[in-house]
């Protein structure tokens, strides 16, 4: 039902009136709907999971299938949120996703990860 509830705008007249009246189900409230996050916020949440890692492991020599725990991306952004909720960051692959754009990378993003230690072959 939430995909009906987040997707109000995109149902049809009829259909909206069939949820509201036979199934009691209503538009999600704005409060309710998810935050989009914007490429630079996930690449801050993903780069923190980064350093997380290196701070711990001493090397970014991540396994592919890791995944690292964050305390919360809404903290990590600066944004304090009720419902800070623990984040987890696939880093292997998305350090692998990196490795294969690099030549597309800004350069500041390279040279984030090249304070890590990150081996881009």
């Known amino acids: 039902m939430n995909a009906q509830r987040f997707g109000w705008e995109q149902l049809l007249p ?3 009136w069939i949820l509201e009246n036979t199934l009691k189900v209503t538009p999600a409230e704005e409060d309710e709907r998810p935050v989009k996050r914007t490429q630079d916020a996930k690449w801050a949440v993903n780069l923190a999971a980064a ?3 290196h701070a711990r492991e001493g090397h970014l020599r ?6 690292e725990h964050l305390a919360s ?3 990590l952004s600066g944004r304090q949120n009720a419902t800070d909720e623990p984040v987890v960051v ?3 692959t998305w350090l ?6 690099a030549g597309k990378l800004p350069e500041q993003r390279r040279a984030e990860l090249d304070e890590l230690g990150m081996r881009w072959s």
């Open 14 to 16: 009829v259909q909206q």
């Open 51 to 53: 350093r997380q890692f």
């Open 62 to 67: 991540v396994p592919r299938k890791h995944a």
């Open 73 to 75: 991306a809404d903290t």
């Open 90 to 92: 696939k880093l292997g």
């Open 96 to 101: 692998d996703n990196v490795r294969k754009r």
